[in-house]
């Protein structure tokens, strides 16, 4: 258990909305990163954060804005959420001198009507 | 490229050993993970290989070939529990970790 939290757990919002996950830690790490998981698909990587303020895009960006204002937390916002956006999304963190090994959050599953 | 290639599903029984593949392509090459899956739950951490060889881990095993470009996860004495999905990765080139996963490969432990 890496101290991960993530919130909400389940949502169901209407398309054109904006929505923002949230994830949580506990334990100071500094990188934490977005996924998003859909069959077929695998993990795929929205967003990462490598420090405080410091956020950079993934491979599937579009759509999808981050801030990090203090470590423990990172947000992942839906400006206009769209029906493409229906899936399930999962936050991990790097452990620190682990072989780099992230370790995930539970995981939101979001449903856009 | 940085495609990962492995098995969409597999079957084996209980009790046996099942070997799940996984091929990649890319350069830099700097590790290799495999997560397991359970349905509607968080990917779980397994196992990392950086060098050559088979690493055990009481009934897991992970190996690789970097020459190859390709791994597999033994799995041994088969248990029902170990129905899940197995997700192979490796971090891309462009640092901070950034992980390159596979679609999964959903295995069903059957009696």
């Known amino acids: 258990d890496a101290g991960i939290t993530q919130s909400p757990r389940h949502k169901v919002t209407e398309t054109g909305t904006p929505v923002t996950l949230r994830c949580h830690q506990t334990e100071n790490h500094r990188y934490m990163y977005w996924y998003r998981q859909d069959p077929g698909h695998g993990l795929r990587l929205i967003h990462y954060?490598?420090?405080?303020?410091?956020?950079d895009k993934g491979e599937v960006s579009d759509g999808y804005s981050v801030s990090r204002s203090k470590t423990e937390d990172f947000l992942l916002t839906l400006e206009s959420a769209t029906s493409s956006q229906t899936s399930v999304y999962f936050c991990?963190?790097?452990?620190?001198?682990?072989?780099?090994?992230?370790?995930f959050g539970p995981g939101t599953r979001l449903t856009v009507l | 490229g940085q495609n990962i290639d492995q098995p969409t599903e597999m079957t084996a029984t209980e009790g046996a050993i099942v070997q799940i593949n996984c091929t990649y392509q890319t350069s830099g090459f700097n590790g290799l993970f495999w997560y397991q899956q359970h349905a509607g739950e968080a990917p779980t951490f397994l196992s990392y290989n950086v060098l050559d060889g088979l690493e055990e881990k009481g009934r897991f095993s992970s190996f690789l070939s970097r020459s190859k470009g390709y791994s597999y996860l033994l799995l041994k004495e088969l248990q029902m529990k170990d129905s899940a999905s197995y997700l192979c990765a490796h971090p891309n080139s462009g640092g901070y970790n950034k992980l390159i996963f596979g679609a999964g490969t959903r295995l069903a432990v059957h009696p």
């Open positions: 954060s490598y420090g405080v303020k410091d956020t």
């Open positions: 991990a963190i790097r452990g620190q001198g682990s072989a780099d090994t992230q370790y």
